[in-house]
């Protein structure tokens, strides 16, 4: 099925760093949503983002919904180790079959202490 | 947001038998969705769970090997059946949950030996 392009695919840095991941799609939502899973539990909602422009942050975490609507962007400042997880975008389009939630592959974040 | 609570948490099975898994949600919801994530992939939707209606499958997926129920707006199981080892995954029951996002239950993780 169809799949977002999310990059990079895993990052190693080291506590205190910021770290950014971003998404991309051929096609245009009108939702991004940013999740994140760690080991042995479902993915938990981040941010969400429904506007075109549209900026928003959750403590440490930014993200943007790309002007075009075709990409976003997740900002994670001053990591600290429990960042360690999965960070997995999703596009939603606006109506019938489009609603369907299209995932990321995952970024996979290591973070040394 | 909603509360997912979904059992089992984890499971071994032998090959050839069946699996039914319970996700019940703390309010009344019109859709659920399952997922399945194979070993270090990201989510694929399995099938739509609507109240009072057939599930809606996704391609690749079919009611014979994935019978899914849905007896009221609070409630769905999720068989595997006939499992293979290939069904090794972890299967995730979710709903759409109003400026929420969608929220996830924790998960099942199954093993087919």
Redesign the interface.
Known sequence: ?Q?LNQSPQSMFIQEGEDVSMNCTSSSIFN?W?W?KQDP??????LI?LYKAGELTSNGRLTAQFGITRKDSFLNISASIPSDVGIY?C?GQGSAGNNR??I????TSLAVNP | ?AV?S?KP?RDICQRGTSLTIQCQVDSQVTMMFWYRQQPG?????IATANQGSEATY??GFVIDKFPISRPNLTFSTLTVSNMSPEDSSIY?C?VEDH?????????T?LTVV
């Open positions: 099925g799949q939702t949503l999740y042995g539990e479902g993915p938990v909602l969400a997995f999703a369907k939630l995932w990321g592959l995952g | 947001s997912i979904q948490s992939q990201s989510l694929t939707l996704e391609s995730l979710s400026s929420y996002g969608y929220t996830f239950g924790s998960g993780r």
